[in-house]
Every structure is written in C-alpha cells, then in structure tokens.
C-alpha cells in the first residue's frame, strides 16, 4: 500500500485536498474531421479516467481513496461504487432500469495490474457487483462468476441483497410494456456503463467496468462489461482500456484487449481506441445492429497518455489528474447520429 506521507509530498493536491480540485469543463465543440483529439497529458501519475458524466463523481471519491493511501485497485473500486449506489444513475447498480422481466441484473469486472481479475454477470439483488467481482478476483480460484452462483456466493461474504428496482425504473419499464419495442438506444441521456481506469503514482494501471446493462435486455443477457477482454482490458506493460456502448459490438470485436493492442504497437491511447471503433464501424455497416449502434472507448498507457473515441456524437468522459484537476472531455468520434 501507498505510505500517505510520501503520496502526500508527491502529490501537489495532496496538501490541499481534493475539494480543490479544479472543476472545467473543456470546449464542448467536437473537431468531427474524422481526426482524433490530441488529450494532452503531463505523463504526471497519478491520473484516473472514467467514463461519461457520472464519471466525475466518481473519479472525485477514486481521488480521494488514492491520496488516503489506497491501492489503484482499491481506488477504481470506491470510485465506480458511487455510480452503483446512485438510484438516480439508470443504467448502473442500483436504480438501474431493468429486464424486459423487470429484473435488474447486473455485469461487473475489475483488474489490476498483476491481471488478476474478477467478474460477476447476470447478478441480482446485490448493489455493488463490483465489489462482489473483486472478492470472485482475490478470494476465488475462478474469473467469473454468474446469476446464482455469484449471488451466492456475495451473500456468503455478507453482502446484503436487496431489492434494486427503485419506483421511477419500475415506472419506466411498466411504459416501455406497453408498446415493447425493444431499441437500445444508447445516447447522452442514458449516461451508460462507467468503466474506469487508474495509473497510481507507481505507474501500476487497474480497471474496473459495471453495468446494469442495456434496458430491457432479454432476461439472462449478458454484455461486454463483466468480460475481461471486451469492456475492460489491461496491460500493465502498455495501457488499460475500457468500453462502453452497445456490448454485442464490444465483444465482436474483443474490443478493450484490442485496443490495447493497437498501444503495444505504438498508438497514442486516442488513435488506439479511433482504430477499434472504425473496425467495429466497418464489421457493422451492413449489420442488424447498425441503426442503434454506439461504441465508445477509453483508454491510458503507460506514459500518462489517455484519450477516448467513439462511433457517435455524445461521448464524454471524466479525467483527474494533479495538474488541471477534475474535469469532462469530449471524445472525438465517427459521425453523427442521424449518419449510417
Ligand atoms: N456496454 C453495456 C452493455 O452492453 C451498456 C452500455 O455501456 O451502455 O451491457
């Protein structure tokens, strides 16, 4: 674990805390000439990114666990637990909307940088898969874990169930009965998956995704978010990326381990996560699933370089580091929505 007096010497925020974080939003105008944003970064460690808006909170309690002296992986832990304790967040954890049954279930994935990793798929009733996914990763021979037996085994090591479908999800999907048109639109509203991605002051990379999935899924559907290899990947020699978007695409393509790969090979994290997204476009044009297709990508290397890339407008992601703070970004991206 990280000695807090060193952290704290190191870490300029350290001696004024993270309430000081400064707190800017970029210029929301995207570039869209099919070119990829250059992120700047400083290389400084540490650095966390995360995705869409409720990434911000999140990466504010991940900051907060890294300069009390936690671990990375204890950092992306704390940090995308708060998204899954948000009833207000639809698509994570609890208040998450639900099933095409009215069930909640839920993925989760966590790595760190030794590539330990723990997953848990089609939960139920537990509302932090992700802790329970990290428990599968340090106190299990296995990776994964799914349905039953994973919520077996979370009650064993006391996680309380309960039930997860708040009023307002239950509402939502009494409305989409109606009609049962089932178009998992993902767009800026939905606020998706958080994935987020750590590289503590050691220069040592953790991961972690959870999701509630897409709504009314059919029930027993698993997405990329628990699959390591698909919504979240890392390297600890080369980078870390993470997915959010239609999860059917995501793992297609192995998409998070591949955009590692494009790293290993020497592109920027940016132009790393650009290259997946145009393979998925192209694996897509002419695809069923084409007409509400959303991807999107983040991802860090080694370095401190970071960036994120997705195949339609909308996409932002949260990023905190020592040196400008807390802040949302733009990913760049293909093409609009009302584009093919
Ligand atoms: N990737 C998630 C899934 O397919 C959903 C999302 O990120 O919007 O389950």
Known sequence: MTNRRNFIKKTALGTIGFSSLIACKQDTKQAHDHSVTAHQNTGLKPLIISTWKHGFSANEA???????????????????????GDPNERSVGYGGLPDREGKVTLDACIMDHNSNCGSVSFLQGIKHPIAVARKVMEDTPHVMLTGEGALKFALSKGFKEENLLTPESEKDWKKWLEKSNYEPIINIENHDTISML???????????????????????????????????????????????GLGEAVIRTAGSAMVVEQMRMGKSPAEACKTIVERIYNIHKDHKDMAYLQVGFIAINKQGQYGGYSLRSGFDFAVCDNTKGNRMENASFKMEWNEN
């Open 62 to 84: 991940a900051w907060e666990t890294l300069i009390n002296g936690g671990s990375g992986i204890d950092a992306v832990e704390s940090g995308v637990m708060v998204s899954e």
């Open 198 to 244: 750590a590289l503590d002051e050691n220069g040592n990379l953790s991961g972690a995704c959870t999701t509630s999935g897409a709504a009314w899924k059919m029930h027993g559907r698993v997405g990329d978010s628990p699959i390591i290899g698909a919504g979240l990947f890392l390297d600890n020699a080369v980078g870390a990326a993470a997915a959010t």
